[in-house]
T-cell receptor, first 115, second 114 residues
Framework: GAGVSQSPSNKVTEKGKDVELRCDPISGHTALYWYRQSLGQGLEFLIYFQGNSAPDKSGLPSDRFSAERTGGSVSTLTIQRTQQEDSAVYLC?????????????FGPGTRLTVT | AQSVTQPDIHITVSEGASLELRCNYSYGATPYLFWYVQSPGQGLQLLLKYFSGDTLVQGIKGFEAEFKRSQSSFNLRKPSVHWSDAAEYFCAVALNSGYSTLTFGKGTMLLVSP
């Protein structure tokens, strides 16, 4: 079946612009995660959605970052007033259930470059 | 807070040689442990995981890992490396109960020489 998809695969934007990154999880997966992968920093958790529950936003680095998940499926990560330090690969993952024993399946990521 | 250390940023191994990638974690109790692989331009793929039981776990692509509680380690091994194994490898941990996100190490880049 189809895996996790993300769009765009690459995004170049000017400093100060807003960007939206999209994630389509695997059908039927109730949990959705966003991570950021920066050079030298590894992967950092950003935000987590589970069904209709309030998202866990504890990993968002600033209030310029926000995310929503519509209809329990597609998710959009929005970065406002982008800064050069936002340049990274943004990875989305989904899992069948939110328990840590369930495998997270990752998308290919969106590479964001802020110039 | 839990943390994961992968002490080797880069490792170069000759094709056909054995491989061991190191991973140490810091956590109050035994967490769930994972190894992921990321090939260039690809997302992360789960190689193997440890929840409980037998401390030697087998994964895909001929990889295995051994959990050592006394050393807080979960090292990844492969007896004979293939050129296609060149990739970045990430060790990760999660709480062993309930909901938890993954905490990743910073990764080890594996280079395979002919």
């Amino acid at each position: 079946g189809a895996g996790v998809s993300q769009s765009p695969s690459n995004k170049v934007t000017e400093k100060g612009k807003d960007v939206e990154l999209r994630c389509d999880p695997i059908s039927g997966h109730t949990a959705l995660y966003w991570y950021r992968q920066s050079l030298g920093q590894g992967l950092e958790f950003l935000i987590y959605f589970q069904g209709n529950s309030a998202p866990d936003k504890s990993g968002l680095p600033s209030d310029r970052f926000s995310a929503e998940r519509t209809g329990g499926s597609v998710s959009t990560l929005t970065i406002q007033r982008t800064q050069q330090e936002d340049s990274a690969v943004y990875l989305c993952a989904s899992s069948l259930a939110p328990m840590s024993s369930y495998e997270q399946y990752f998308g290919p990521g969106t590479r964001l470059t802020v110039t | 807070a839990q943390s994961v250390t992968q002490p080797d940023i880069h490792i170069t191994v000759s094709e056909g040689a054995s491989l061991e990638l190191r991973c140490n974690y810091s956590y109050g109790a035994t967490p769930y442990l994972f190894w992921y692989v990321q090939s260039p331009g690809q997302g992360l793929q789960l190689l193997l995981k440890y929840f409980s039981g037998d401390t030697l776990v087998q994964g895909i692509k001929g990889f295995e890992a051994e959990f050592k509680r006394s050393q807080s380690s979960f090292n990844l091994r492969k007896p004979s490396v293939h050129w296609s194994d060149a990739a970045e490898y990430f060790c990760a941990v999660a709480l062993n109960s309930g909901y938890s996100t993954l905490t990743f190490g910073k990764g080890t880049m594996l280079l395979v020489s002919p």
